[in-house]
C-alpha cells in the first residue's frame, strides 16, 4: 500500500494529488469551470426569447400564414450542440491529441501530480457536458408531442452547429483569453494563432448553423 500511495496516480490512493485537488483553489477552480456554462445558458435563453419575439412578429404582420414556429427545436438543439461540443473539444484536444488540458497553463502538467490534477477537472467539464446533453435531450423529447412546431433536419442539424460555435466561443473567450486557463496547444510556435484561429473556426461554425436553421424547406 505504501507503494501504491506515493506511485500510483489514482485520487483515493495517492495523498498528494489529493491535497492538490482538494485545497484552497478547489472552489474557485470549480466556479471557474462553471462560468463559461452559466454564460451559455443565458445567452441561450436570450437567443430563444429573440427568436420567439421575431417570430410572432412575422405572424402578427402575415396573421394568414400557416408558418410553424421552429424555435422550440432549435433550441433543444442547440443545447445538444453545447453538450457535443464540450465532449468534441475534451475527447478530441483533451485526451486524444492532449494538446491542452482543463487547466494546463495554470497547473503544467509536467508531472504525474499536475496531470492527475488536470485530468480531474477534465473529468468535471465532463460531467457539466453530459448535464447540458440530458437537458438537451429532455428538451427534445418533450417536443415528440406538440404538434404547433416546424420539425425538420435543417432545424435540428443547425441548432447543433450553433450551439457547438455558440459552446466554442464562449469557452475560448472565457478560458483562452480572459481565465487563461489554457492554450488550444500549450506547446506550438504561435501559440496566440491556434487561440485566434479556434475563434475563427467556431464563427464558421455559427455562420453553417445559421444558414441552415433560416434555409426554408421546399415542399
Not at 505504501?2 to 498528494?16: E, Y
Not at 460531467?127 to 440530458?134: D, G, M, N, Q, S
Not at 510556435?189 to 441552415?212: D, E, H, K, M
Request: glycine letters at 6%; hydrophobic letters at 55%.
Amino acid at each position: 500500500m505504501t507503494w501504491l500511495s506515493i506511485h500510483f496516480a489514482c485520487i483515493t490512493c495517492n495523498k498528494h494529488i489529493r491535497e492538490a485537488i482538494w485545497n484552497s483553489a478547489f472552489f474557485p477552480n470549480l466556479l471557474t469551470m462553471l462560468s463559461a456554462f452559466i454564460v451559455l445558458a443565458v445567452v441561450v435563453v436570450l437567443l430563444s426569447a429573440l427568436s420567439a419575439k421575431r417570430y410572432k412578429t412575422r405572424l402578427a404582420a402575415y396573421p394568414e400564414s400557416e408558418e410553424l414556429t421552429p424555435v422550440p427545436l432549435t433550441t433543444a438543439a442547440m443545447v445538444l450542440g453545447i453538450g457535443l461540443g464540450g465532449f468534441v473539444d475534451g475527447i478530441v484536444l483533451h485526451q486524444i491529441l492532449q494538446w491542452h488540458e482543463m487547466l494546463s497553463k495554470k497547473i503544467p502538467p509536467t508531472d504525474y501530480v499536475n496531470k492527475s490534477v488536470n485530468m480531474f477537472w477534465d473529468g468535471v467539464f465532463h460531467a457539466f457536458c453530459l448535464i447540458v446533453l440530458l437537458v438537451g435531450v429532455v428538451l427534445l423529447w418533450k417536443l415528440l408531442w406538440r404538434k404547433d412546431i416546424a420539425r425538420s433536419g435543417n432545424l435540428l442539424v443547425g441548432g447543433m452547429l450553433l450551439g457547438w460555435g455558440l459552446f466554442n466561443i464562449i469557452e475560448g473567450i472565457i478560458n483562452h483569453h480572459l481565465l487563461k486557463l489554457h492554450n488550444v496547444r500549450e506547446v506550438a510556435l504561435n501559440i496566440p494563432a491556434w487561440n485566434w484561429g479556434f475563434l475563427v473556426f467556431s464563427v464558421l461554425l455559427i455562420i453553417a448553423g445559421y444558414s441552415l436553421v433560416n434555409t426554408k424547406k421546399v415542399t
